[in-house]
């Protein structure tokens, strides 16, 4: 919304619509300081900002932390943060895809697990490649009763990492 002065000419945004603009350019600079260094720099941030988030990651005074989050909402201002949002919003869902890729991988090992020989023969319909003599040894080795704790666990890590080869293969 813009304010008229004495002659009705507009004079630009109202001191909310500034304050607004200034808070969400904070906020924006607070989800970068919770990026890793690497995410950061494939955001090609100018340098002052770049350096400025890096500091804030090393600051552990809480006043100091704020100041400096102040700071770079006053450099965030200075620049366009459509193109920051977007690939923030690109690798939040790259982050959301990756784990419910975790997430059918991890039902799948867990099917195998309890169902056995049913879930094992759905397995290799959706994927005829499969090494059904490697699945069905892993499967035994990670539910045998004689078998001590560690190498179950180790086979059920291998069983989830052979169900994920499975997924990379078909994607």
């Known amino acids: 919304m813009q304010e008229e002065d004495d002659f009705g000419e507009f004079r630009g945004p109202s001191k909310s619509a500034r304050k607004r603009e200034a808070t969400a350019a904070q906020s924006l ?77 991890e039902a799948w090992r867990l099917r195998l697990l309890s169902e056995g020989p049913k879930a094992l ?22 539910t045998g009763e004689r078998i001590d704790s560690g190498s179950k666990a180790a086979a059920s890590r291998e069983l989830f990492r052979t169900v994920r080869g499975l997924f990379e293969a078909g994607s």
Request: proline share 4%; glycine share 6%.
């Open 121 to 142: 023969d759905e397995l290799i319909q959706w994927r005829p490649a499969a090494d059904r003599k490697a699945l069905q040894a892993l499967i035994i080795k990670a």
């Open 29 to 105: 600079g607070t989800r970068l300081i919770a990026l890793k260094e690497s995410e950061l720099a494939a955001l090609e941030l100018p340098e002052r900002l770049f350096d400025a988030i890096v500091l804030a990651k090393r600051i552990t005074s809480r006043g100091g932390l704020a100041r400096q989050r102040q700071y770079i909402g006053k450099l965030m201002r200075d620049i366009d943060p459509e193109p920051i949002e977007a690939a923030l919003v690109a690798e939040s869902q790259g982050h959301a895809q990756d784990a419910e890729k975790h997430k059918r991988i």
